[in-house]
């Protein structure tokens, strides 16, 4: 088994390769200087590899790899812009191809906090006017890393239903292929806020649902991690058992909706792992309790881990994923049991996404 990883960081795409998923072998910088906050792995027909990258001379667009990063196209016109003149693209924070039974679809989501869908496999974009026109965006505020549509939820059963979330403004599902769109942050807590528990304006960080349980979703949140058991109408807290419930990072297993994993961080203020320690934390009962795995983790790890900076790969045992702002990535082949160090001294990395490909 062969497995490629692809590292988003703030200065280029790394592309590592591993046969045990303990040793590695590292690319040359590929897009080098453009920032890289969305990669993603198309296995519906074949491997294609998109990447949200951002020039500093050309600006932001969408470039496509059919043969696992030696080449790559780009569109000579921008594959996303935006259609009304009060807003333009400062960066593709999500690329999210859809179910398999939506051949060529690809979701984007941007800085500003909008909705791109692409049919030709992510070559080209539609924009969703559904979302940017819902009476709540004037109030939709910018977090700290700005105002962005960060994950992109689709229905692996219902094409029409796509769920999504956003920094800040929270989670919001359409049922109707993106024409119309609900808030569905209910039991979300916004503590920065006079009442803590509006319809709306949660910092949300990621979302994470389980393909073959799609009404199971879990959410990080700015102080808050979550569980919903009915599609997103409402949320409980699973953050007990948790060093602290601030973080930005949620991944489910492959296999297994009960299992996740996340990546807590002191506090929105002191954004470090707890006592400088660098854990990922386990649960395998849907966060009734979560277990510390750290073994090949180091002490004195004073950085982040980002949201889309940990991932799994679709293994039968999963090997988990992570990178850090301070450019460190870790791999783990068992599920978590332990860790080995892939790359050190990478730019911060702000994306990372893994898959099983021919040897």
């Known amino acids: 088994m062969t497995v490629l990883l692809a590292i988003g960081t703030r200065k280029g795409l790394w592309l590592a390769r591993s046969e045990d998923r303990v040793t590695w072998e590292l690319s040359e910088p590929q897009h080098a200087m453009q920032e890289v906050y969305a990669v993603a792995f198309d296995t519906r027909s074949g491997i294609r590899l998109l990447a949200g990258v951002a020039s500093p ?10 043969d696992l990063g030696v080449t790559w196209e780009e569109s000579s016109e921008p594959p996303i812009k935006f259609p009304v003149e009060d807003a333009a693209l400062e960066r593709v924070w999500q690329l999210q191809p859809a179910p398999a039974a939506q ?29 940017w ?14 105002q962005a549509i960060h994950t992109i939820v689709p229905d692996p059963e219902d094409p029409d239903r796509v ?3 956003m920094s800040t403004g929270g989670v919001y599902r359409t049922a109707d292929g993106g024409k119309s769109w609900e808030a569905r942050n209910k039991g979300i807590k916004a503590y920065f806020f006079p009442d803590p528990w509006p319809e709306f304006g949660q910092c949300v960080h990621k979302v994470a649902q389980h393909p073959a349980s799609p009404s199971r979703f879990y959410a990080q949140n700015h102080h808050g991690v979550y569980r919903s058991d009915d599609g997103g109408d409402t949320w409980q807290s699973i953050a007990e058992g948790l060093p602290t419930d601030f973080g930005f990072a949620m991944v489910v297993h492959p296999h297994d909706p ?7 961080i002191e506090a929105d203020g002191r954004r470090f792992p707890p006592e400088g320690k660098c854990r990922v934390y386990r649960s395998r009962d849907a966060g009734a309790t979560w277990q510390a795995l750290g073994a090949g983790l180091p002490d004195g790890f004073w950085t982040a881990v980002m949201r889309d900076a940990m991932c799994t790969d679709t293994a039968a045992v999963p090997g988990v994923y992570f990178g850090s702002r301070s450019g460190e990535v870790y791999a783990s082949p068992d599920e978590g049991e332990t860790w080995h160090l892939v790359a050190a001294h990478l730019p911060d990395v702000m994306s990372i996404r893994a898959a099983v490909v021919p040897a």
């Open 133 to 146: 026109n819902h009476p709540h965006r004037p109030e939709w505020d910018a977090g700290f890393g700005g």
């Open 103 to 131: 051949p060529g679809v690809v979701w984007a989501g941007t800085q500003p906090s909008a909705l791109f869908k692409s049919s030709d496999g992510g070559r080209s974009f539609e924009f969703v006017e559904g979302l």
């Open 163 to 165: 769920l999504v979330a």
């Open 57 to 66: 001379h050309f600006g932001p667009g969408v470039s496509i790899s059919d």
């Open 258 to 264: 009960d299992t996740i994993f996340t990546f807590p």
